[in-house]
């Protein structure tokens, strides 16, 4: 017999299961021990019950069943003091459900909920790729401050922009991503894993952005988000028609040539980062977007290019 | 709740000039149906049709009485749907768990204690229950396809459509499997495609052996077994006219098809048998051009 014993909200946690492993655990050492305690679990079982008969359900299947194991699951514990099954159940839990990476737990920080941070998480793409672009930009952010101004800036204007769009065929090219086929005949949207994914890839390039400002002299480090954001949706639209990360390499190819060609003629990147220029990337976007919706449908089946 | 059916009329599918189906006319109800044909037949592109995974390029489709070229309808039908593809990659550092609690996800599990739960039954029909922490890239080849296989069966679909399930499975899990499937083959479409004739002899009550994109055979395993009767026997030297001949372990030859003779010693014969012989033995399909799978 021990002095103290379990509260009423303890005891209700512990027997609808909405304690936490460790809170649980700790329960149920004391039941062991404590016999008017597990008389309580009876009484708490009994309420529990009536609470989840009486619910209103929605009739999904999933809902259903759910409910269904929940009762199943007080009976049990009516026949049984301590619900070994539960305890199980969460033992297993914790051993074979995946903590989430690093990179889930930055976006679910990010405000992300917890199925959509692991939908986005899972890319391929964000394992390896997102970093090496991420690293790259910085790399050449800090090449450009030591070589120069304007050569430094011609360097970073380069690369910084075809990173976010290689990045974004990435996550979803076939070659990097190999569930593709079961993932695009579940109900889930193919259109909102896309986009989850690609505006995963802009938000997480801002910090980037942000840190290469501490190298880059003027607006240059800002400059490349407008370009950048352009070629992401040429890529989007593009891969209506063809696989993502050809069309990545073909918009970037093309990016590096122009680049060059300018740099070899005009002195100066300030044609590039004015506001004319600027408004071009802008309307490239919209018109690449618009095409990329107006094509969604193909999204959902597997493409020729497949 | 109605009996589940699919439907194809007069469906083919193209890919530029390469026709991969032509004409396929079927009606599937619940129950196994074999898929048997050679490499390029169009038994791939068949199964992506059912599973919506590829429009058609002619006929009409219906699964589960939806339509799958209508965006509401083809989410309706992949709702009740698994699918196994023919080749499938995993999530680079995934366990067995993680991979099938993922496509979980995708499957509209959105309550973490049901779709855990439902992740352990299923991965336990495959028999990996104890390999659930074991990650994908430290497993056997037959192990992955059994996690593949698992992800299809979440949430007991009314329509599984499985391309080669039984590849690199060894023979006790495939019984397993077999066992599997025949019961969920009671209330759901299942259709596989195998090279695995023994597999189709075993499970399914009907088979189709496509080949270059047309259906050549539709009908009862046993009928089809049946065609071969009097038409396999064994003798001590190869028949230079039977359509295929080789030698057993007995160290007598088994000759299927071609000219009988007298005396020799006729054997009761496979599906395999019957099927090569309808491979061997019909003329060629009237499908002129290059097909793929």
């Known amino acids: 017999m021990t002095a103290w014993h379990l509260d009423d909200d303890a005891l209700r946690r512990y027997v609808e299961r909405t304690d936490s492993l460790a809170e649980g655990a700790s329960a149920e050492q004391h039941l062991m021990a404590c016999e008017p305690c597990r008389a309580r679990v009876n009484t708490t079982v009994t309420a529990a019950a009536s609470r989840v008969e009486h619910s209103t359900v929605e009739h999904s299947t999933v809902e259903h069943s759910t409910v269904e194991r929940s009762v199943t699951e007080l009976s049990m514990t009516e026949r049984s003091v301590i619900d070994f099954a539960a305890v199980w159940e969460r033992t297993r839990d914790a051993i074979e459900v995946p903590r989430p990476s690093v990179f889930e737990r930055l976006l679910r920080?990010?405000?992300?909920?917890?199925?959509?941070?692991?939908?986005?998480?899972?890319?391929?793409?964000?394992?390896?790729?997102?970093?090496?672009?991420?690293?790259?930009?910085?790399?050449?952010?800090?090449?450009?401050?030591?070589?120069?101004?304007?050569?430094?800036?011609?360097?970073?204007?380069?690369?910084?922009?075809?990173?976010?769009?290689?990045?974004?065929?990435?996550?979803?090219?076939?070659?990097?991503?190999?569930?593709?086929?079961?993932?695009?005949?579940?109900?889930?949207?193919?259109?909102?894993?896309?986009?989850?994914?690609?505006?995963?890839?802009?938000?997480?390039?801002l910090p980037a952005v942000l840190v290469s400002g501490l190298f880059i002299p003027g607006e240059t480090a800002f400059a490349w988000l407008l370009p950048a954001v352009g070629f992401v949706a040429v890529v989007l639209a593009a891969s209506t028609w063809f696989s993502p990360l050809r069309s990545a390499v073909v918009v970037s190819s093309g990016w590096l040539a122009v680049i060059w060609l300018l740099a070899f003629r005009i002195s100066s990147p300030d044609a590039v980062l004015q506001a004319p220029a600027q408004a071009a990337f802008l309307a490239l976007a919209a018109a690449s977007f618009s095409v990329f919706l107006v094509r969604r449908r193909r999204l959902h089946q597997l493409r020729p290019w497949r | 709740m109605a009996t589940a059916s699919i439907s194809l009329r007069d469906v083919g599918r193209t890919f530029g000039a390469t026709r991969a189906l032509a004409g396929v006319d079927l009606d599937l109800k619940p129950g196994v149906t074999g898929l048997l044909g050679?490499?390029?037949?169009?038994?791939?592109?068949?199964?992506?049709?059912?599973?919506?995974?590829?429009?058609?390029?002619?006929?009409?489709?219906s699964v589960l009485g939806l339509d799958p070229e209508v965006p509401a309808e083809r989410t309706g039908i992949r709702r009740q749907l698994g699918y196994l593809p023919q080749e499938i990659g995993f999530p680079r550092g995934f366990t067995a768990f993680a991979f099938v609690d993922y496509i979980a996800l995708l499957k509209e599990w959105t309550q973490p204690a049901a779709r855990h739960a439902e992740v352990r039954r299923v991965l336990d029909l495959v028999g990996l229950s104890d390999l659930g922490t074991k990650r994908i890239r430290a497993m056997s080849g037959g192990q992955r396809r059994r996690v593949a296989l698992a992800q299809a069966l979440l949430g007991s679909p009314r329509v599984l459509i499985l391309d080669e399930p039984t590849t690199g499975v060894d023979p006790e899990q495939r019984v397993t499997l077999r066992t599997v499937l025949a019961e969920i083959a009671r209330t759901s479409i299942v259709v596989l495609s195998t090279h695995q004739t023994e597999d189709v002899a075993a499970l399914c009550e009907r088979v189709i052996v496509l080949d270059r994109g047309r259906v050549r055979y539709d009908g009862p395993v046993t009928e089809l077994t049946g065609q071969a009767a009097g038409r396999v026997w064994l003798a001590d030297e190869p028949d230079p006219a039977a359509k295929?001949?080789?030698?057993?372990?007995?160290?007598?030859?088994?000759?299927?098809?071609?000219?009988?003779?007298?005396?020799?010693?006729?054997?009761?014969?496979?599906?395999?048998?019957?099927?090569?012989?309808?491979?061997?033995?019909?003329?060629?399909?009237?499908?002129?051009?290059?097909?793929?799978?």
Not at chain 2, 38 to 47: I, S
Not at chain 2, 249 to 265: A, F, L
Request: hydrophobic share 50%; with cysteine.
């Open chain 2, 38 to 61: 050679p490499n390029g037949a169009g038994k791939t592109t068949l199964l992506r049709l059912l599973a919506t995974a590829l429009p058609p390029s002619q006929g009409q489709l």
């Open chain 1, 109 to 205: 920080g990010a405000g992300l909920p917890a199925q959509e941070a692991r939908l986005v998480a899972v890319a391929s793409a964000f394992r390896g790729v997102w970093l090496t672009g991420v690293v790259a930009v910085l790399a050449f952010a800090a090449l450009a401050a030591a070589v120069g101004h304007a050569r430094g800036m011609w360097l970073f204007l380069s690369v910084a922009p075809v990173v976010p769009c290689l990045v974004v065929a990435s996550s979803y090219d076939p070659w990097m991503d190999p569930a593709l086929e079961p993932e695009l005949v579940t109900p889930y949207p193919m259109l909102r894993l896309i986009l989850l994914r690609t505006i995963a890839v802009l938000a997480l390039a």
């Open chain 2, 244 to 293: 295929v001949s080789w030698r057993t372990g007995t160290g007598r030859y088994r000759n299927v098809g071609g000219r009988v003779r007298d005396g020799v010693e006729h054997v009761e014969p496979s599906l395999e048998d019957a099927y090569l012989l309808l491979r061997g033995g019909s003329p060629e399909p009237e499908t002129t051009q290059e097909v793929a799978s």
